[in-house]
């Protein structure tokens, strides 16, 4: 079956560290792997998209990695500050080129100060 | 450039009302998407409008249905409440259903939270 799965545990990390958050899919063939924010209460905002043939990708402290073979994406934020806190989900095009993006389960980062 | 806008974002039903949830996509968008939020889990998609027809479905019952009107507005409506469908439904728009030379960013409304007691 089809499946995305995120750590559903709360990731806590302490404030100027790296933070990674894991994206793993099977019976997927996405051509976009997208990661969102989404704070309590409030709808996703797109953070970054990645294509099945870019292997990183990269926007001021957050980097996005794409492993087409291991079925996976890597989301890095560095220098994590408490303003980062918040639920990251990642999508991914259910039906490939298109907008019918499937979510995960997302996980919850807290930044400790 | 005017955002994805949602309504009513609370409301509170009882078991076996319906309810219909309203959509204005962001401007220059024609292809509007929806998707269910409960507690703790990540958006599921409902379906989504293009050109005013359904344009793929997830996996909701029949009781879940939805309009898009010529201003590519878009409306969802749930028959028959039941408890599990209380969640935070969210709507997405889109410059078209496929990604081809766009970015690919879906743009996603506040919400609207609905209650089923």
């Known amino acids: 079956s089809q499946k995305i799965e995120q750590n559903s545990e709360a990731l806590n990390i302490q404030e100027g560290k790296t933070a990674t958050l894991t994206c793993n899919y099977t019976n997927y063939s996405p051509a976009y792997l997208q990661w969102y924010r989404q704070d309590p209460g409030r709808g996703p905002v797109f953070l970054l998209l990645i294509r099945e043939n870019e292997k990183e990708k990269r926007k001021e402290r957050l980097k996005v990695t794409f492993d087409t073979t291991l079925k996976q994406s890597l989301f890095h934020i560095t220098a994590s500050q408490p303003a980062d806190s918040a639920t990251y989900l990642c999508a991914l095009d259910g039906t490939s080129g298109t907008y019918k993006y499937i979510f995960g389960t997302g996980t919850r980062l807290k930044v400790l100060a | 450039e005017t955002g994805v806008t949602q309504s009513p974002t609370h409301l509170i039903k009882t078991r076996g009302q319906q309810v219909t949830l309203r959509c204005s996509s962001q401007?220059?968008?024609?292809?509007v998407s929806w998707y269910q939020q409960a507690l703790g889990q990540g958006p599921q998609f409902i379906f989504q409008y293009y050109r005013e027809e359904e344009n793929g479905r997830g996996n909701f019952p029949p009781r879940f249905s939805g309009l898009q009107f010529p201003n590519y507005s878009s409306e969802l409506n749930v028959n028959a409440l039941e408890l599990d469908d209380s969640a935070l439904y969210l709507c997405a728009s889109s410059p078209g259903p496929r990604t081809g030379g766009n970015t690919g960013e879906l743009f996603f409304g506040e919400g609207s939270r609905l209650t089923v007691l």
């Open positions: 401007s220059g968008h024609n292809t």
